[in-house]
């Protein structure tokens, strides 16, 4: 295929999130693919898609196609009898977790290890066939105050693993894009330079809350002279 072709055509990638039940894959997957976000949670029975076509440098085309798998509810419960149909032939494998909870970090080491025992190395004409990558992906940063997973460990657990990572707000939009435009670069073999980062970079808006002055000073009698305070939600 010459240059001008490979430009033209599209590469497509599997990327499956998988995660205990309420990390916040679909939230993932949705702020991604649609740009939207609902507080309200509505367990996923199965596995839901979303398809994102993204460029990356070098007139690059991709077409990422995001494989939602419900958690099932527990760690490594009803989901895994249907894992390695999920899990085959996946370009990349994300493990989610919520940083709030405790519970959801540990579980991805039974994840993982699912994972590698339906992805045992397999050969195809003598060839051994490449595994898919996989990622550790720190959901809810938004959510700082009620941190009970540290980033030390995130880092840990990713270095001891061999996980690419990321840390994300499925609510606020940081850092969704950018990793998937990280991973499909990733996949790719190319680096993405400074500037490419950042047109996948999202602005968190943080509301101005407007409070009387009156208010702010508990009942010093001063004119209503306003002040601004800025709030990220
Ligand atoms: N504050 C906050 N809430 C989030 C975030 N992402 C998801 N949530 C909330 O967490 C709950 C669970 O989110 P889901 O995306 O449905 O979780 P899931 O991992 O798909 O769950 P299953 O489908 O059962 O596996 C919902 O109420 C979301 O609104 C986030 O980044 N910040
Ligand atoms: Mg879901």
């Known amino acids: 295929m010459s240059d001008s072709e490979e430009e033209i055509s599209e590469k497509q990638f599997k990327i499956v999130l998988l995660g205990d039940s309420g990390v916040g894959k679909t939230s993932i997957a949705a702020r991604y693919a649609n740009g939207s976000f609902t507080k309200q949670f509505t367990p996923t029975p199965g596995v839901d898609f979303y398809l994102k076509r993204t460029t990356l440098p070098g007139q690059r085309n991709v077409a990422i196609k995001v494989w939602d798998v419900g958690g099932g509810g527990n760690g490594n419960g009803s989901v895994s009898r249907m894992l390695d149909k999920y899990v085959f032939g ?44 996989f990622a550790l992906v720190a959901n809810k ?93």
């Open 90 to 133: 996946a370009n990349a494998i994300v493990l989610v977790y919520d940083v709030t909870s405790q519970s959801a970090f540990e579980n991805l080491e039974d994840w993982l290890s699912a994972c590698k025992k339906h992805l045992a190395p397999s050969t195809s004409g003598g060839v051994q066939a490449k595994g898919p990558a």
């Open 141 to 233: 940063i938004d959510l700082e105050h009620r941190r009970t997973i540290k980033s030390d460990r995130h880092h840990r657990f990713a270095q001891e693993n061999g996980l690419l990572t990321y840390a994300v707000s499925a609510k606020s939009g940081e850092g969704v894009d950018l990793c998937f435009q990280k991973i499909a670069a990733e996949l790719l073999g190319i680096r993405l330079s400074k500037a490419d980062q950042e047109q996948h970079q999202t602005v968190v808006r943080a509301d101005i809350v407007t409070y009387r002055q009156e208010r702010l000073n508990q009942g010093q009698s001063t004119a209503s002279v306003k002040t601004a305070v800025c709030a990220i939600q």
